[in-house]
């Protein structure tokens, strides 16, 4: 398995301007994690999606963040419209729940995205 | 809320000595996964190692090995004849909430780990 993909690997925007970022699972995993980290706050959770539901999203900062999973191989993480502050590395994470009883996260690259 | 305290913001090593990063958590759980993930400057998050909370045995990954102490909380991990390639950030996770990591992990702030040669 390739792990996962997320894309672009970098993204420099100007404020204002709608962001998407996507992640692909790894195939059979059925729990999707995105992560934001910053210098200041470190890693946070944002949201994550059981069997393509969300399930708690009580992590995205504001109503400019939104995340979608329309299928078990593609997620996508919108800002619009972008703010400076939203500048961070942007981590899509996947897993297989309840099997062994740790859900291991494989996490993908990350994007880096900078608004300015 | 869970919590997980990394007390060194960076640790310094020669290379081929010992080092051990600290970690402490909170968590109200009795059963639960611990983990410790690496980010080298590539930025991509790799797993070290997992320890079951239930099992008293610490679990060990070659020259990775974990020192796990259920009453006071604390996982530290333990880099054994440190490499130039074990120069990376070291994140310690504990679970979310009740789910075992289904909840998804919550993570330290990390601890940088530098390896001189």
């Known amino acids: 398995d390739a792990g996962v993909i997320q894309s672009p690997r970098h993204e420099v925007t100007e404020m204002g301007q709608e962001v998407t970022l996507r992640c692909k699972p790894i195939?059979?995993?059925?729990?999707l994690f995105w992560y934001r980290q910053t210098m200041m706050r470190g890693l946070e959770l944002l949201i994550y999606f059981n069997n393509n539901v969300p399930i708690d999203d009580s992590g995205m900062p504001e109503d400019r963040f939104s995340a979608k999973m329309p299928n078990a191989s593609f997620s996508t993480l919108k800002i619009q419209p972008s703010e400076p502050r939203d500048s961070a590395v942007y981590f899509c994470a996947s897993s297989f729940g309840r099997t062994s009883g740790a859900n291991v996260l494989t996490f993908g690259a990350g994007s880096r995205l900078t608004v300015l | 809320a869970q919590t997980v305290t990394q007390s060194q913001p960076e640790m310094s090593v020669q290379e081929a000595e010992t080092v051990t990063l600290s970690c402490t958590y909170d968590t109200s759980e009795s059963d639960y996964y611990l983990f410790w993930y690496k980010q080298p400057p590539s930025r991509q998050m790799i797993l070290v190692i997992r320890q079951e909370a239930y099992k008293q045995q610490n679990a060990t990954e070659n020259r990775f090995s974990v020192n796990f102490q259920k009453a006071a909380k604390s996982f530290s991990l333990k880099i054994s004849d440190s490499q130039l390639g074990d120069a990376a950030m070291y994140f310690c996770a504990s679970p979310l909430g009740a789910g075992g990591g289904a909840d998804g992990l919550t993570f330290g702030k990390g601890t940088h780990l530098i390896i001189q040669p």
């Open positions: 195939s059979g995993h059925d729990y």
